[in-house]
């Protein structure tokens, strides 16, 4: 921990100006080395790192979103969190919170994208529709696609926040009328990270920054791009009413006695065995809670086509195509062996009743 | 009358994976509905209701493998009966067995192939129970594998999670067990009607392994 001790008086001004003591920031390094799974050695490492960094330019572009990711940006958690990363990172075009407007605001981005080539920090926020041109987003009169192109492409890297950036999300649940994508399938060979999740954990985010800041890389990935520190592990088995999952003791209906008690939420259609994400662990909101903490099941929000592979969410297996909204997969089979039972008995009855006569094998 | 033969038809393992996964099957359905929906709750935290109820259908889920596997190496091994070509009857002439099969199913013909091991409609159902089989194990190691870092579940089931997405693959494997009772209640009926009609000891069969044949074989 010697290092720490050398940040410099210079720098520790600037974290009392924000009202952060030396120990709350070394408390913050430390936070961040476990998310991200590293030894505490690397915690001065760190400290350094955000020290030293030279206020790298960062844009964040809005295109199909909800502004839900910017929202628990903003609330995130300590506040002071944002703030160490908003301050050391040089935030030089942000749609929803940026002091310029107009033409003004555009000349920003184009600034950064022009002088800072491959050093900046490109975040995108919302999925970006392809169909008919891309004509169903766009800003100051450029397609979100074409922005992207410029932006991302120019960026030394591309974190996609939300599921939306990622993978299409919401708007591209069917029939995708407009023909939404993620950023990685729009523009396919990018230095890209993806911090999925309706909406992306703000701790999240700043891991990730952090790292990239500390490292000068990413942090590993899985298939699709989403951090392992993040997404390496399945909810279900970190969840803390798995117990009840193997007692035995599930919730049947909101509000029962069950629900009241904590038990578990499989039978009301929770998804945390079919989800990998850090949320029983993180959490949201200054680590207060998560949607299983809170009573309602995991939607499993953070892959791709969630809202059309993992729905009904408050049912733990899917439709059948075809056989209308209120058959399940039970009602289907239970009628399959029905049908089976009949049939046979049907057969049989018919066997016995038809004129006498040997069955004959032929050889 | 005929002289009636007694002929070896189902060699020993036949006859035990056959009864394997008679038992795994009712193991697996019996687990597999509690996991689906958990029909008994514990009263008490104490209990492990669902640990155990998953811990058995993953038992039996294994051995289920081993005797699938045991069953088709034998299709390769053993006597004619067993062999994997009466799983393919696409020869002109078994073909026309298979129509004389379906008349005398539906009864419209009272006229039954004969056949020392299974007939060519068996042969060809058997196939596909075991494609469903097949289908049953690789989908449950799928979900099996989301749990286990390894190599070896990627290659049994893993791979099928680039295909469909999770909840798609248990509906799949939770459909396919209503289609294997759609089986098995097909092949009691169709067991007890021709052992009790055609007297050759078809029920008996598969405890002893004889059946009693006409004429010489
Ligand atoms: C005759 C064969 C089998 C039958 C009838 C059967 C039946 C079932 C059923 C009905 C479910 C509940 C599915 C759902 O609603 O989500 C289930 C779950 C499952 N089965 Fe099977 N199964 C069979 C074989 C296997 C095999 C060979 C495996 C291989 C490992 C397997 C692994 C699983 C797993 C991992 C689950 C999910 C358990 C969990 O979520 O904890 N099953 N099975
Ligand atoms: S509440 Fe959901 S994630 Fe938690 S144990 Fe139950 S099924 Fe698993």
């Keep these: ?363 | 009358m005929h002289e009636l033969n007694r002929v070896y038809v189902w060699e020993f393992p036949i006859r035990l994976t056959h009864w394997i996964s008679f038992l795994c099957i009712i193991a697996l359905s019996i687990t597999g509905f509690y996991i689906a929906s958990p029909f008994a709750h514990a009263y008490s935290t104490n209990q492990y209701i669902m640990g155990w109820m998953r811990f058995i259908h993953f038992v039996s889920a294994y051995v289920f493998l081993m005797s699938l596997i045991i069953r088709v190496y034998w299709a390769f091994m053993g006597n004619k009966y067993a062999s994997w070509k009466v799983w393919f009857p696409f020869t002109g002439e078994r073909l026309r067995e298979l129509i004389g099969d379906f008349k005398f199913y539906t009864l419209i013909s009272r006229k039954h192939a004969h056949a020392v091991g299974h007939t060519v409609t068996a042969g060809l159902t058997y196939f596909f129970v075991f494609l469903l089989f097949a289908f049953e194990i690789v989908s449950g190691f799928a979900i099996y594998s989301l749990t286990q870092k390894g190599f070896i579940w990627p290659v049994l089931g893993g791979w099928l999670l680039s295909v469909w997405s999770i909840p798609t693959i248990r509906l799949l494997h939770h459909l396919s067990m209503y289609l294997i009772f759609v089986f098995i209640g097909m092949h009691l009926y169709i067991a007890w009607w021709l052992d009790s009609t055609e007297k050759n000891g078809v029920m008996g069969s598969i405890f002893s392994g004889y059946k009693f044949v006409a004429g010489k074989e």
Aim: with cysteine.
């Design chain 1, 1 to 363: 921990m010697e290092k720490t001790n050398e940040l410099s008086s210079q720098f520790l001004e600037v974290l009392k100006y924000h009202g952060i003591s030396r120990r709350d920031f070394i408390k913050f390094c430390g936070g961040i080395a476990a998310l991200l799974g590293l030894s505490e050695l690397y915690i001065p490492q760190i400290a350094h790192a955000l020290e030293k960094a030279k206020k790298p330019s960062l844009v964040w572009l809005d295109f199909q979103n909800c502004a839900g990711d910017i929202e628990a940006l903003l609330r995130a958690s300590k506040p002071t969190i944002a703030e160490i990363v908003l301050d050391v990172l040089s935030v030089d075009y942000h749609a929803t919170i940026m002091a310029p407007a107009g033409k003004q605001a555009e000349k920003s981005l184009q600034d950064v994208v022009k002088n800072q080539k491959g050093k900046y920090i490109a975040i995108v926020d919302g999925a970006i529709p392809l169909k008919d041109g891309g004509v169903y987003a766009c800003i100051a009169g450029r397609t979100a696609i074409d922005i992207a192109r410029e932006v991302c492409g120019n960026a030394m890297a591309t974190i996609c926040v939300g599921t939306c950036a990622s993978f299409g999300g919401l708007p591209a649940a069917k029939p995708n009328p407009t023909g939404a994508v993620g950023v990685r399938e729009a523009i396919p060979g990018l230095t890209l990270i993806n911090l999925p999740g309706c909406p992306m954990n703000a701790e999240n985010i700043t891991a990730t920054i952090v790292h990239l800041l500390t490292f000068g890389t990413l942090p590993a990935t899985d298939k699709l791009n989403r951090p392992l520190f993040a997404h390496g592990k399945r909810i279900h088995d970190n969840c803390e009413r798995r117990a009840h999952y193997d007692a035995g003791q599930f919730v049947r209906e909101w509000g029962d006695e069950g629900h009241r008690q904590g038990w578990c939420l499989y039978e009301m259609g929770c998804k945390g065995p079919e989800a990998f994400y850090n949320c029983p662990t993180v959490k949201y909101n200054e680590r207060t809670s998560w949607p299983v903490q809170a009573g309602h099941g995991c939607l499993a929000c953070a892959v791709p086509n969630f809202w059309d592979t993992m729905t009904p969410f408050y049912r733990r297996l899917p439709n059948v195509p075809g056989f209308g909204v209120e058959s399940t997969a039970d009602k289907i089979g239970v009628g399959l062996a029905a049908a089976t039972a009949a049939g046979l008995a049907a057969h049989g009855i018919i066997r016995a009743l038809r004129p006498k006569g040997e069955d004959k094998e032929e050889s």
